[in-house]
């Protein structure tokens, strides 16, 4: 099987679509934030944490036609949020700022804005004190973070991970290549491609570790996880991730907060 980012995307969308269920195993770690009013999730960020995205059971925000499914939350002065949004077609926003800067990865469709389009396997910064007025015309599935730039990170990135122009390269361990995406200070944000019969191994030391699979399964730790998956790691860990017919992620290693 050889993958192309291509179709990476374009069968990560497919397989999300078609799934009945949302659960989260492994841990959950929510609580409720009473002076902000917030419950936050996946807020312990000292034992790992996965989450399987099932589309149609997604929470519908009201009056927008929106689904979203949260994959983490925090409120108050260490504010983040990452979430899986699905937005109808003919959706648009009032422009709006980043104060703690914004990630996209477009999984499916376009996501636009005054700047241009941004169609699937196409990756997006808008550092702290941006604004911006997006809108889809067809509709999109796009996985969203928010405040969760490096002090003194100003740059906005734009990267087509599809385009002739996109470098991969050989990663360390056979059948595994890597594009780079961002890198500043602690954080590290790229894509892995692994192909069939093939792993990647990731150790950590200061460092937290995410990882959406953009195309799978994938397995890990004797657990299988299909496309859609998002799993967290702390600091400190080893983790070891398998394919048997060949995936994509999306791996970004930081320091979590504490």
Same mark, same amino acid.
């Given at each position: 099987?050889?993958?192309?980012?291509?179709?990476?995307?374009?069968?990560?969308?497919?397989?999300?679509?078609?799934?009945?269920?949302? $659960?989260? @195993? &492994?841990?959950?770690?929510?609580?409720?934030?009473?002076?902000?009013?917030?419950?936050? =999730?996946?807020?312990?960020?000292? @034992?790992? @944490?996965? &989450?399987?995205?099932? =589309?149609?059971?997604?929470?519908?925000?009201?009056?927008?036609? =929106?689904?979203?499914?949260?994959?983490?939350?925090?409120?108050?002065? !260490?504010?983040?949020?990452?979430?899986?949004?699905?937005?109808?077609?003919?959706?648009?926003?009032?422009?709006?700022?980043?104060?703690?800067?914004?990630?996209?990865? &477009?999984?499916?469709?376009?996501?636009?804005?005054?700047?241009?389009?941004?169609?699937?396997?196409?990756?997006?910064?808008?550092?702290?004190? *941006?604004?911006?007025?997006?809108?889809?015309?067809?509709?999109?599935?796009?996985?969203?973070?928010?405040?969760?730039?490096?002090?003194?990170?100003?740059?906005?990135?734009?990267?087509? *991970?599809?385009? *002739?122009?996109? !470098?991969?390269?050989?990663?360390?361990?056979?059948?595994?290549?890597?594009?780079?995406?961002?890198?500043?200070?602690?954080?590290? &944000?790229?894509?892995?491609?692994?192909?069939?019969?093939?792993? @990647? *191994?990731?150790?950590?030391?200061?460092?937290?570790?995410?990882?959406?699979?953009?195309?799978?399964?994938?397995?890990?730790?004797?657990?299988?996880?299909?496309?859609?998956?998002?799993?967290?790691?702390?600091?400190?860990?080893?983790?070891?991730?398998?394919? $048997?017919?060949?995936?994509?992620?999306?791996?970004?290693?930081? =320091?979590?907060?504490?």
């Amino acid at each position: 099987m050889t993958l192309t980012t291509n179709n990476i995307f374009q069968q990560s969308s497919n397989i999300i679509s078609s799934m009945p269920q949302t $659960k989260r @195993v &492994v841990f959950v770690n929510d609580s409720f934030d009473r002076e902000n009013s917030v419950r936050e =999730i996946n807020a312990n960020f000292s @034992v790992p @944490v996965t &989450v399987e995205t099932k =589309i149609l059971n997604w929470q519908v925000l009201s009056g927008a036609g =929106i689904k979203q499914q949260c994959l983490e939350r925090l409120s108050g002065n !260490k504010s983040r949020l990452s979430s899986l949004a699905q937005f109808p077609a003919g959706r648009a926003f009032k422009k709006f700022g980043h104060k703690g800067g914004e990630e996209l990865l &477009v999984l499916s469709g376009i996501f636009s804005d005054a700047d241009g389009d941004y169609g699937a396997g196409c990756y997006v910064r808008n550092p702290p004190g *941006t604004y911006h007025q997006p809108f889809t015309r067809d509709g999109c599935t796009v996985l969203f973070k928010l405040g969760q730039f490096q002090p003194m990170d100003r740059k906005r990135l734009v990267i087509n *991970t599809r385009g *002739t122009a996109s !470098k991969w390269q050989h990663a360390g361990e056979p059948g595994v290549s890597r594009q780079e995406l961002h890198h500043f200070a602690e954080e590290e &944000v790229s894509l892995h491609r692994i192909h069939p019969e093939c792993w @990647v *191994t990731f150790k950590l030391q200061s460092q937290g570790l995410e990882v959406f699979v953009c195309e799978g399964p994938v397995s890990e730790s004797g657990n299988l996880y299909s496309a859609g998956s998002w799993m967290r790691y702390p600091a400190g860990s080893k983790v070891k991730i398998s394919s $048997k017919g060949g995936a994509c992620l999306y791996v970004k290693k930081s =320091i979590f907060p504490l």
